[in-house]
């Protein structure tokens, strides 16, 4: 099955600094990969998604990008500000399959004021 | 409501009692995760429906976990004779989309076992 791998499992920036997160994913058929975040005491929430089709996507301030020859995508948030502070999941798929969401472990993002 | 509805959202039960954890998902939703979260920790898969076909199972951590989907909507994660280490947030997810696409989670229920 897949195993996606994420890192790192903790993150801490100043204010208006840039952070990124990678993730790593071992099946080659994989072709969606989105990524949620999960403030303190709440709910995940996707925030961003990208399918193989296309290498980056862009949405305001985070952005995502995919390499599918080396099976690894990023996500990428710049100028960040302390509500970007919360746990960030990566995840992989496959459009069209039964096959379930795999996620990676978390990375927990801390905003420095 | 529109969201996904999971109850209770706090269970408090003594050691080697059985809980029931509802999930009602998005009306029209096929797909339908559980998922555990131990504090701290990250999203561990429990077990998943797709329409009709038959769950994937596989995330079950033991025997004493089961679930069940009946009439493809309405789910139940059953634990037996829960013991401490099952404290965590059961989370439930859905979607209308088969292997890909925004999962809809519920708020959790929050398992404490004493």
């Known amino acids: 099955g897949e195993n996606v791998e994420q890192h790192p499992s903790t993150l801490s920036v100043q204010e208006g600094d840039s952070a990124v997160i990678k993730c790593t994913y071992s099946d080659s058929a994989s072709n969606y990969f989105p990524w949620y975040k999960q403030e303190l005491g709440k709910r995940p929430q996707l925030i961003i998604d990208i399918r193989s089709n296309v290498g980056e996507k862009k949405d305001q301030r985070i952005a995502v990008t995919l390499n599918k020859t080396a099976k690894h995508f990023s996500l990428h948030i710049t100028e960040t500000q302390p509500e970007d502070s919360a746990v960030y999941f990566c995840?992989?798929?496959?459009?069209?399959?039964?096959?379930?969401?795999?996620f990676g472990s978390g990375t927990q993002l801390t905003v420095l004021p | 409501g529109a969201g996904v509805s999971q109850s209770p959202s706090n269970k408090v039960t003594e050691k080697g009692k059985d809980v029931e954890l509802r999930c009602d998902p998005i009306?029209?939703?096929?797909?339908l995760y559980w998922y555990r979260q131990s504090l701290g920790q990250g999203l561990e898969f429990l077990i998943y429906f797709q329409g009709n076909s038959a769950p994937d199972k596989s995330g079950l951590p033991s025997d004493r976990f089961s679930a069940e989907r009946t009439g493809g909507s309405v789910s139940t994660l059953t634990i037996q004779r829960t013991q401490q280490e099952d404290s965590a947030v059961y989370l439930c997810?859905?979607?209308?989309?088969?292997?890909?696409?925004?999962?809809?989670f519920g708020e959790g229920s929050r398992l404490t076992v004493l």
């Open positions: 009306s029209g939703h096929t797909a």
């Open positions: 995840a992989a798929s496959m459009v069209g399959s039964a096959r379930q969401l795999t």
């Open positions: 997810a859905s979607s209308p989309h088969r292997g890909a696409g925004e999962l809809f």
